[in-house]
């Protein structure tokens, strides 16, 4: 069984790439890319030619053959994340060629569903307590709130946030914030993350995701030693010899590589075995799409240590393309799919939809944002 040709689509206008791979046994599998959309475009066109003729059985030697070629151009940004989006694609095909599920491939679940958390940004804050409550009613018992204004102002600024989305999530939720530090010129450093690590304690926060720029190795080696509440980072960071130095300095209590981005589920189990192995939780970011949420799903399943996956509520990508959507269960978790491969079935009209409409894209863009800009 050979891989014969892929099928792009990219359904808004700057982040996201689907991969349909096409094979001359009518299997077809999917993966997807969250980074920009022209680049990963461009890196998909190159590395096309190392896939064609390919075995989508032959998962991890295809992959690493896509990190070796590619190490003179460009490997670790676009180009690692063009290779996440084809190796979810092979693993997607190769367990519909073999009738299994993902999980079953990566070695057997320990649990049949997994804890989601409703994952949203602060802004518009003017509709910040309604959103939490919907999320409620949807089911969802623990919630993750993130981004702008968070770290912009003094920790004073930033208790009024927590405590509004604390108020509104009530007492029963695992609360989690994102403080966006991988967002362009990022201020806070390490004291002023643990004068809020701090303040989130008195809140019940379960963790601080991103309170640093993601490059600080020693800044979040320090931070996760002082702070009274987990530290959680790496969903910028990409390839498992980039995930090493923090998780032998012990620089995060919760890693979150990204399936779309980090190298797909081959390179995320790499990076979750060393992590396990030294007492890190790992919690994917799932900020993307379907496919990267079913692949978390998929993973975490098999993981010793029970965990969360992250469910972006709202977004189109991971709520509208599936024909059978993702649904919570009465424990707040999604169910782990036992159908063949990832066990996702998209709608190519959808995305091609999406594509025609000029859809922005399913947050905020970047080059639309004024408070990106250096100050
Ligand atoms: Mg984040």
């Not at 914030?177 to 010129?185: L, R």
């Not at 640093?212 to 987990?230: I, N, Q």
């Not at 994917?284 to 993973?299: E, I, K, M, Q």
Request: some cysteine; hydrophobic content about 40%.
């Amino acid at each position: 069984m050979k891989i014969t040709d892929w099928t792009l689509y990219a359904p808004d206008r700057n982040f996201h790439v689907f991969v349909e791979l096409q094979t001359d046994s009518q299997i077809r599998g999917w993966g997807a890319a969250y980074s920009q959309k022209d680049q990963v475009l461009g890196a998909l066109g190159w590395l096309k030619r190392f896939v064609l003729g390919e075995s989508p059985l032959e998962i991890e030697r295809v992959t690493e053959k896509l990190h070796q070629v590619s190490f003179w151009v460009g490997r670790g940004g676009a180009m690692t994340h063009a290779i996440s989006a084809i190796n979810l694609a092979l693993w997607d095909a190769a367990g519909k060629m073999l009738g299994q599920p993902v999980n079953v491939l990566l070695g057997g679940k320990h649990r049949p569903a997994v804890p989601a958390y409703g994952s949203v940004l602060f802004h518009p804050i003017d509709t910040l307590a309604e959103r939490i409550a919907t999320m409620r009613e949807r089911g969802f018992r623990a919630m993750k709130l993130g981004w702008d204004p968070f770290g912009k102002g003094s920790t004073a600024d930033d208790e009024k946030l927590v405590a509004a989305a604390r108020a509104a999530a009530g007492e029963g939720t695992t609360l989690m914030i994102d403080a966006g530090g991988s967002a362009p010129y990022w201020p806070l450093r390490c004291k002023d993350a643990l004068e809020r690590a701090r303040m989130l304690a008195d809140y019940g926060v379960y963790w601080f995701e991103e309170p640093l720029p993601p490059d600080d190795l020693e800044g979040y080696a320090r931070l996760t030693d002082a702070s009274p509440v987990k530290i959680a980072h790496g969903e910028v960071l990409t390839r498992r010899q980039s995930f090493l130095p923090y998780i032998e300095r012990r620089a995060m209590d919760i890693v979150q590589p990204d399936a779309s981005k980090v190298g797909g589920l081959s390179e995320m189990r790499r990076i979750a075995w060393m992590a396990e192995a030294r007492g890190i939780e790992v919690v994917p970011h799932g900020w993307n799409t379907v496919l990267g949420v079913a692949a978390d799903l998929h993973f975490t399943s098999t993981l010793t240590t029970r965990t969360f996956v992250e469910f972006n509520v709202g977004n189109p990508l991971v709520e509208e393309l599936a024909e059978t959507p993702l649904k919570l269960d009465a424990e707040g978790c999604l169910p782990v799919s036992d159908l063949p491969g990832l066990g996702i079935e998209i709608d190519p009209e959808k995305l091609r939809r999406l594509e025609q409409s000029g859809f922005a894209g399913p947050s905020w863009t970047w080059d639309e944002r004024k408070e990106f800009e250096a100050s």
